[in-house]
């Protein structure tokens, strides 16, 4: 097979740690090839290399067969290279085409041709069956499109190797089918695939071949069609990994959240909660399941305390909650794992000392008054970052140095050990590897067994039939339907998700209905 990239003895370090260690990569002329890792393991850090945001200490990378030293994106561009980055760099009140074009601008005099920057976006998109609208604005757009953008935006500067970080982390199952179907159009017409993941799922059904990195060394590279699951989490994480949450009998106590005829409105003042009605209790998981953007932010915004509702009533540990502020909700006994890390979880330029207390800070041991007690405040930082097994040379490194699945640790860790009635999980293992997911789901689950009561928000349909005891679906801001995790199947949710209904039939059995 042609090599039309060859990384050879790549050797990458940061302050305190050596993120490839003497990295041997290559890749073939149109295939997929998984770069698979635990969080923090270097395969970002490998790819920014390649892509010339980084420059290695010792190695080189050869493209098509001729040594390149890549020491821009620019020059990656120019190589044919491109990158799709796992947070987005699209300017959000621009149109598609405009997204497009910037820095690559066509002129009619002095004024952008604007008319030929939508047909070019238009032809680029039907070409590879994008289906996305070159005068739509990104800001009004799904995150599955965007990353379609995103693509479609490296494809117009010429790449002829995509380089995809964590493509399927924010997308739904729809989405991640539908991106599948594209890449492998796009392998069709030449181009060669890096992808950078940790979800197994998709490895097996995407990929041709399979590099496994662990702590910045190449563990072994795989024919795809050679192993299977289990084998890849093995070499993934270096012990074998249970797959499969074990769970006791639920036992539950009193409602703990009660949400009664709870309506929101979202930054548009248009309604996305709708009269939500649902009880948790002590003791149970309760899961919200539903496509991205049918009102889950904005209920979990408002039962927190972060969005005011319009109507209703939230009612946690007893007591009425409803439009208080965070820090009373908080106090009332609510942990939070926010959905946006970057947003609501965490101060990137804190370090992880300061990060680890956040929402008790104001509190014994960690502080008197106006004073902090710092060395009970890093005896604690300390002991989240062993037990929760984040990895970071030091607990003075700022938040914003560490990998996205190291940072969620942190956030669950910090949650968790609130010691609250209630634990809100939106999104909680997004972004993370198996080894990370198999630790946050036996946590929850714990918790669960300790008699709190988990609200848990996931588009991970797998996480959803896991974890929950219950599932609530919503669609267009309301709950459609509650089924117990029993009676629940990945087709009966899917139907329900979309915005069909499930009808009882005379035999006993079930059939379903569009709307």
């Known amino acids: 097979m042609e090599k039309v990239i060859e990384m050879k003895n790549i050797t990458k370090v940061f302050p305190g740690t050596i993120a490839n260690d003497d990295v041997n990569f290559?890749?073939?002329?149109?295939?997929?090839?998984?770069?698979?890792?635990?969080?923090?393991?270097?395969?970002?850090?490998?790819?920014?290399?390649?892509?010339?945001?980084?420059?290695?200490?010792?190695?080189?990378?050869?493209?098509?067969?001729?040594?390149?030293?890549?020491?821009?994106?620019?020059e990656a561009i120019k190589l044919g290279i491109g990158m799709v980055h796992q947070h987005f760099m699209l300017v959000h009140n621009f149109t598609v085409a405009q997204n497009m074009v910037l820095g690559y601008e066509t002129r009619k005099g002095l004024v952008i041709d604007m008319k030929k920057a939508e047909k070019e976006t238009k032809e680029l998109s039907e070409k590879y069956g994008f289906n996305v609208?070159?005068?739509?604005?990104?800001?009004?757009?799904?995150?599955?499109?965007?990353?379609?953008?995103?693509?479609?935006?490296?494809?117009?500067?010429?790449?002829?190797?995509l380089i995809l970080d964590e493509p399927t982390a924010v997308l739904t199952p729809q989405e991640i089918k539908e991106l599948g179907i594209i890449l492998k159009n796009l392998v069709k017409e030449g181009k060669s695939i890096i992808l950078i993941t940790h979800k197994l799922k998709e490895v097996k059904s995407m990929?041709?071949?399979?590099?496994?990195?662990?702590?910045?060394?190449?563990?072994?590279?795989?024919?795809?069609?050679?192993?299977?699951?289990?084998?890849?989490?093995?070499?993934?994480?270096?012990?074998?990994?249970?797959?499969?949450?074990?769970?006791?009998?639920?036992?539950?106590?009193?409602?703990?959240?009660?949400i009664d005829n709870l309506k929101v409105l979202d930054n548009r003042n248009l309604p996305a909660v709708r009269g939500v009605n649902l009880e948790l209790k002590k003791g149970e998981i309760l899961a919200i399941a539903g496509v991205d953007g049918n009102g889950q932010t904005e209920l979990i915004e408002a039962v927190t305390g972060l969005r005011k509702a319009e109507s209703g009533n939230v009612e946690l540990a007893g007591k009425d909650v409803t439009n208080k502020s965070p820090k009373e909700i908080i106090e009332t006994g609510l942990g939070h794992i926010a959905e946006d890390r970057h947003k609501r979880g965490l101060v990137l330029k804190f370090s992880l000392v300061e990060n680890s207390i956040l929402g008790y800070h104001y509190k014994a041991p960690f502080a008197k008054g106006i004073m902090m007690n710092y060395p009970k405040i890093r005896e604690w930082s300390k002991k989240l970052i062993k037990n929760y097994d984040v990895r970071t040379?030091?607990?003075?490194?700022?938040?914003?140095?560490?990998?996205?699945?190291?940072?969620?640790?942190?956030?669950?860790?910090?949650?968790?050990?609130?010691?609250?009635?209630?634990?809100?999980?939106?999104?909680?293992?997004?972004?993370?590897?198996?080894?990370?997911?198999?630790?946050?789901?036996?946590?929850?689950?714990?918790?669960?067994?300790n008699g709190r009561g988990i609200l848990l928000v996931?588009?991970?349909?797998?996480?959803?039939?896991?974890?929950?005891?219950?599932?609530?679906?919503?669609?267009?801001?309301?709950?459609?339907?509650?089924?117990n995790r029993e009676d629940a199947t990945e087709q009966k949710l899917g139907i329900l998700m979309a915005g069909g209904t499930l009808h009882k039939v005379e035999n006993g059995g079930e059939k379903n209905e569009e709307n």
């Open 458 to 483: 996931s588009l991970e349909l797998d996480e959803v039939l896991s974890l929950a005891d219950r599932i609530a679906v919503i669609y267009d801001g309301e709950i459609v339907d509650v089924l």
């Open 26 to 74: 290559d890749l073939d002329k149109g295939e997929i090839h998984v770069l698979l890792g635990e969080n923090g393991a270097g395969k970002t850090t490998l790819m920014n290399v390649l892509y010339g945001l980084y420059q290695q200490e010792k190695g080189d990378i050869y493209v098509n067969g001729q040594l390149a030293n890549i020491k821009s994106p620019k």
């Open 133 to 161: 609208d070159p005068k739509a604005v990104i800001q009004d757009m799904t995150v599955g499109q965007q990353q379609k953008v995103e693509i479609l935006k490296a494809l117009y500067r010429g790449a002829e190797i």
């Open 393 to 449: 040379p030091n607990e003075d490194v700022e938040a914003a140095a560490l990998s996205g699945g190291n940072q969620q640790k942190v956030i669950v860790a910090r949650e968790i050990e609130k010691d609250p009635e209630v634990i809100i999980a939106a999104q909680p293992t997004r972004g993370l590897d198996v080894g990370a997911i198999e630790y946050i789901h036996k946590r929850l689950v714990e918790e669960r067994d």
């Open 207 to 258: 990929s041709d071949r399979v590099t496994i990195i662990r702590r910045g060394k190449v563990i072994d590279v795989v024919n795809t069609k050679d192993t299977d699951i289990d084998n890849l989490a093995e070499m993934m994480v270096g012990r074998k990994v249970n797959l499969v949450v074990e769970k006791k009998k639920i036992k539950t106590g009193d409602t703990v959240l009660k």
